[in-house]
């Protein structure tokens, strides 16, 4: 287990998932863009790159051969397989940037949200919920990624992903987008003010202060 605290490295790790089509993606993006020191670890995927996306930006997308030759040398601390591709998070990119003081979001589903928990003594774990089905069948069709097939396929996995909610400690419903934005940025700031926190940053004032 990585021994990550908030009182022995600067940065804190965040763990957000949510069931696909729920609009994790497009806040996570407005979040980065509206604060600092923060960053959306960026996994490894066998995937297809689409349209508009980048390498080294979105993913790091590699075959499938290579991908399993990570897993054999232990260089994921979580993956994961999702609708037939594979996906997984280094252990190096995530030590490295904590140890930075740059707080890191996971951006991964359920299954490796358990993983990085056993590895990892201190994470904050977020779940990200839509205002109905009816809505998230709404915003898959409207996002024009996938096939009527693979929006069917995400669909009949929204309730195995749903009722993972309990294991996460806040919960997010994403209707008003702007709210919910309101509601993430207000977690990482508190989080950011606490004693062993505020003290790393400010320890020299503090000690002056004290004088």
Same mark, same amino acid.
Not at 102 to 131: H, M, S, Y
Not at 145 to 154: G, L
């Given at each position: ?21 729920? !609009? ?43 991908? #399993? ?27 490295? #940037?904590?140890?930075? !003081? ?79 934005? !309101? ?29």
């Amino acid at each position: 287990m990585f021994n990550h605290s908030p009182e022995t490295n600067c940065g804190m790790l965040y763990i957000i998932s949510a069931p696909s089509g729920a !609009g994790k993606t497009s806040l996570l993006k407005a979040l980065l863009e509206e604060t600092d020191l923060i960053e959306v670890s960026v996994s490894y995927t066998t995937r297809e790159k689409r349209a508009g996306e980048r390498e080294g930006v979105d993913y790091h997308y590699i075959s499938q051969e290579r991908f #399993k030759q990570m897993i054999d040398d232990e260089q994921f601390i979580e993956h994961a397989e999702v609708f037939g591709n594979y996906y997984g998070t280094s252990k190096r990119q995530i030590k490295e #940037k904590l140890k930075a !003081g740059i707080d890191i979001i996971l951006e991964i589903d359920w299954q490796g949200a358990q993983q990085v928990r056993k590895q990892f003594d201190c994470c904050t774990n977020v779940f990200i919920i839509p205002p109905s089905r009816r809505e998230l069948l709404s915003r898959l069709q409207e996002r024009a990624q996938d096939s009527s097939e693979v929006i069917e396929q995400r669909m009949d996995e929204f309730i195995e992903q749903m009722s993972h909610y309990d294991e996460f400690e806040y919960l997010i419903v994403n209707d008003q987008f702007s709210h919910a934005l !309101g509601e993430l940025k207000a977690l990482i700031y508190a989080f950011r003010l606490r004693q062993s926190s505020q003290c790393r940053r400010h320890q020299s004032l503090i000690d002056a202060l004290l004088v």
